[in-house]
């Protein structure tokens, strides 16, 4: 439903104002509307659950403690898959577009493991946005470690 929606909403700005302009300076606010969207799931989970976690904050790290563990062994498998057996460019573009999308598979995880618990599933959902996001932050500041810097890859291909 919501990859229909889209397509529909591009068909019918791409129709009223025209591609060029579509492309130039509306398809560059579409994603600060959707990040805006999940800020405000996550505000909305994190208050649902406001009394159970200040009541128990434990159950933090009883849902944080498995997320964690998942986006490790992710960032690693991926990471060595990239590094040994593709380009710099392509290995991070596989890094980033399997450890990064494993936030519709959590959900799956999610309300199969909580399904009778099911305010427990937007609890997760919104501890795992925060989790991903955050390691995503700190990969991007060890990228140039990981795959090396596209300076020093430039100087080597020039020599």
């Known amino acids: 439903m919501p990859l229909a929606l889209g397509i529909l909403t591009q068909a019918i700005l791409k129709k009223k104002y025209g591609k060029e302009k579509f492309e130039k300076d509306l398809k560059q606010k579409f994603p600060v509307f959707s990040t805006l969207g999940v800020l405000g799931i996550v505000f909305v989970s994190m208050a649902l659950k406001a009394k159970t976690i200040l009541s128990n904050p434990v159950i933090l790290a009883y849902y944080l403690l498995p997320l964690i563990i998942i986006y490790l ?11 040994y057996l593709f380009n710099r460019e392509d290995g991070i573009a596989l890094v980033y577009g399997t450890v990064m ?9 999610a309300m199969t493991v909580f399904g009778e618990k099911g305010s427990d599933v937007a609890l997760i959902i919104a501890i795992a946005y925060i ?5 995503g932050a700190w990969y991007v500041q060890l990228t ?9 890859l430039k100087k080597t291909l020039s020599e």
């Not at 062994?73 to 590094?83: D, E, G, H, Y």
């Not at 999308?101 to 799956?108: D, T, Y």
């Not at 989790?131 to 390691?135: I, T």
């Not at 140039?144 to 020093?152: L, M, N, P, Q």
Request: glycine content about 2%; overall charge positive.
């Open 73 to 83: 062994l992710n960032f690693t498998i991926s990471t060595l898959v990239a590094k």
């Open 101 to 109: 999308r494993n936030l519709s598979i959590a959900l799956a995880v």
């Open 144 to 152: 140039d470690k990981i795959f090396g810097s596209t300076t020093s």
């Open 131 to 135: 989790v991903q996001v955050q390691a």
